[in-house]
């Protein structure tokens, strides 16, 4: 299992923008894909965005799409989610995660990945 380490978060306005990273240390990192989730209390963790580790490709929910940017940095194994144009629905609880080639989920679906952050809140008021 693949440490995540995650910085940045906190509490904005509407329109505002935030930057999470989250940092992976291990040897156990497979280097196909890492991901970020958000949960909200009662509801199911969804998928936000996630991006092949080597080509750098992002992909994202609906929800998200055109305001979110995920990026990376291979040489230290940093994942980056660029959050733009927040909106009060935004507000979650941001988790990231490392895929492992061994799970069976897929890439959106949270059994697709075994390494979890500890998460961070992000709070849009409105």
């Known amino acids: 299992q693949v440490q995540l380490v995650q910085t940045g978060g906190g509490s904005v306005q509407t329109g505002d923008s935030l930057r999470l990273s989250c940092a992976a240390s291990?040897?156990?990192?497979?280097?196909?894909?890492m991901g970020w989730f958000r949960q909200i209390p009662g509801r199911e963790r969804e998928f936000v965005a996630t991006i092949a580790w080597t080509l750098g490709s992002g992909y994202y929910a609906d929800s998200v799409k055109d305001r979110f940017m995920i990026t990376r940095d291979t040489a230290t194994t940093t994942m980056y989610l660029q959050m733009n144009n927040l909106k009060p629905e935004d507000t979650a609880v941001y988790y990231c995660?490392?895929?492992?080639?061994?799970?069976?989920?897929?890439?959106?679906?949270?059994?697709?990945?075994?390494?979890w952050g500890p998460g961070t809140q992000v709070t849009v008021s409105s």
């Open positions: 291990g040897q156990n990192f497979d280097g196909l894909a």
């Open positions: 995660a490392a895929k492992s080639l061994m799970m069976s989920g897929g890439l959106a679906e949270t059994n697709g990945y075994d390494s």
